[in-house]
Protein backbone atom coordinates (compact mmCIF):
# COMPACT_ATOMS: atom_id res chain seq x y z
CA UNK A 1 0.00 0.00 0.00
CA UNK A 2 1.43 3.28 -0.76
CA UNK A 3 2.08 5.83 1.82
CA UNK A 4 -0.31 8.35 1.24
CA UNK A 5 -3.19 5.89 1.09
CA UNK A 6 -2.06 4.37 4.51
CA UNK A 7 -1.58 8.29 5.88
CA UNK A 8 -5.45 8.97 5.11
CA UNK A 9 -6.69 5.55 5.80
CA UNK A 10 -5.13 6.33 9.30
CA UNK A 11 -6.81 10.07 9.68
CA UNK A 12 -10.14 7.99 8.54
CA UNK A 13 -9.06 5.72 11.59
CA UNK A 14 -7.94 8.51 13.99
CA UNK A 15 -11.12 11.12 13.68
CA UNK A 16 -13.32 8.46 12.87
CA UNK A 17 -14.82 9.67 9.56
CA UNK A 18 -18.04 10.95 11.35
CA UNK A 19 -20.55 13.58 9.94
CA UNK A 20 -20.44 16.76 11.72
CA UNK A 21 -23.56 19.22 11.94
CA UNK A 22 -22.92 20.80 8.26
CA UNK A 23 -24.13 17.19 6.97
CA UNK A 24 -27.51 17.79 8.24
CA UNK A 25 -29.40 14.93 7.08
CA UNK A 26 -27.44 13.51 10.19
CA UNK A 27 -28.03 15.98 12.27
CA UNK A 28 -31.51 17.03 12.50
CA UNK A 29 -32.87 19.99 14.40
CA UNK A 30 -34.21 18.42 17.58
CA UNK A 31 -35.60 21.53 19.23
CA UNK A 32 -35.74 25.27 18.33
CA UNK A 33 -37.25 28.37 19.86
CA UNK A 34 -36.82 32.26 19.67
CA UNK A 35 -35.05 33.98 22.64
CA UNK A 36 -34.69 37.41 24.28
CA UNK A 37 -31.70 37.60 25.40
CA UNK A 38 -28.88 35.31 22.87
CA UNK A 39 -25.69 36.24 24.48
CA UNK A 40 -27.82 35.50 27.75
CA UNK A 41 -29.36 32.07 26.63
CA UNK A 42 -25.46 31.31 24.82
CA UNK A 43 -23.61 31.95 28.56
CA UNK A 44 -26.47 29.67 30.00
CA UNK A 45 -25.79 26.85 27.72
CA UNK A 46 -21.84 27.08 28.34
CA UNK A 47 -22.88 27.11 32.26
CA UNK A 48 -24.95 24.03 31.55
CA UNK A 49 -22.61 21.84 29.55
CA UNK A 50 -19.34 22.44 30.50
CA UNK A 51 -19.72 20.99 33.97
CA UNK A 52 -20.93 17.60 32.05
CA UNK A 53 -17.74 14.89 32.03
CA UNK A 54 -18.70 11.17 32.10
CA UNK A 55 -16.06 9.21 31.92
CA UNK A 56 -13.78 7.57 29.04
CA UNK A 57 -15.88 8.17 26.05
CA UNK A 58 -19.03 9.81 27.41
CA UNK A 59 -16.73 12.95 28.82
CA UNK A 60 -17.85 15.99 27.07
CA UNK A 61 -15.94 18.51 24.90
CA UNK A 62 -17.23 21.74 24.93
CA UNK A 63 -16.67 24.44 21.80
CA UNK A 64 -18.10 27.74 21.66
CA UNK A 65 -17.97 30.11 18.59
CA UNK A 66 -18.57 33.45 17.68
CA UNK A 67 -20.28 33.28 13.96
CA UNK A 68 -21.02 36.28 11.64
CA UNK A 69 -25.02 35.62 12.36
CA UNK A 70 -24.90 34.82 16.29
CA UNK A 71 -23.41 31.98 18.57
CA UNK A 72 -22.30 28.33 18.05
CA UNK A 73 -22.26 25.51 20.74
CA UNK A 74 -20.57 22.58 19.83
CA UNK A 75 -20.60 18.96 22.19
CA UNK A 76 -18.52 16.25 21.05
CA UNK A 77 -16.79 13.59 22.65
CA UNK A 78 -13.11 11.41 22.06
CA UNK A 79 -11.04 14.51 22.18
CA UNK A 80 -13.17 16.10 20.30
CA UNK A 81 -13.37 13.39 17.08
CA UNK A 82 -17.71 12.33 17.03
CA UNK A 83 -19.50 15.31 17.45
CA UNK A 84 -22.99 14.96 19.12
CA UNK A 85 -24.59 18.42 18.94
CA UNK A 86 -24.80 21.38 17.71
CA UNK A 87 -26.75 24.53 19.72
CA UNK A 88 -27.05 27.47 17.17
CA UNK A 89 -28.24 30.77 18.27
CA UNK A 90 -28.66 33.57 15.62
CA UNK A 91 -29.03 37.43 16.40
CA UNK A 92 -32.56 37.65 15.47
CA UNK A 93 -33.29 35.68 18.60
CA UNK A 94 -33.81 32.13 16.76
CA UNK A 95 -32.12 29.11 18.56
CA UNK A 96 -31.67 25.49 17.60
CA UNK A 97 -30.08 22.16 18.56
CA UNK A 98 -28.96 19.34 16.17
CA UNK A 99 -28.73 16.42 17.54
CA UNK A 100 -25.99 13.53 15.96
CA UNK A 101 -28.77 10.96 14.72
CA UNK A 102 -26.26 8.18 13.48
CA UNK A 103 -25.48 4.92 14.41
CA UNK A 104 -21.73 5.46 15.99
CA UNK A 105 -23.23 7.58 18.91
CA UNK A 106 -26.68 5.70 19.55
CA UNK A 107 -25.11 4.20 22.40
CA UNK A 108 -24.07 7.78 23.87
CA UNK A 109 -27.11 9.82 25.59
CA UNK A 110 -27.86 13.14 24.34
CA UNK A 111 -30.66 13.49 26.69
CA UNK A 112 -28.62 16.04 28.84
CA UNK A 113 -27.68 18.71 26.07
CA UNK A 114 -31.45 18.43 25.52
CA UNK A 115 -32.14 19.45 29.16
CA UNK A 116 -29.76 22.14 29.12
CA UNK A 117 -31.56 23.73 25.89
CA UNK A 118 -35.05 23.12 27.47
CA UNK A 119 -33.65 24.97 31.20
CA UNK A 120 -32.20 27.86 28.59
CA UNK A 121 -35.30 28.15 26.75
CA UNK A 122 -37.20 28.12 29.73
CA UNK A 123 -34.80 31.23 31.29
CA UNK A 124 -34.59 33.29 27.86
CA UNK A 125 -37.56 32.43 25.46
CA UNK A 126 -39.65 34.61 24.77
CA UNK A 127 -42.85 34.80 26.72
Known amino acids: MKPMLLFVLAGCAVAGCYPTAESTEKFPVAAAATVNNVPGFGDCMMDGLNPMEGWMVNRRDVQQETRSDGIRIDTSVAAGN ?28 RDPEMAVFKNCVSRFGKR
Do not use: C, P
Open 82 to 109: IQLTRTEMFSDGRVQIRIADYLNVALID
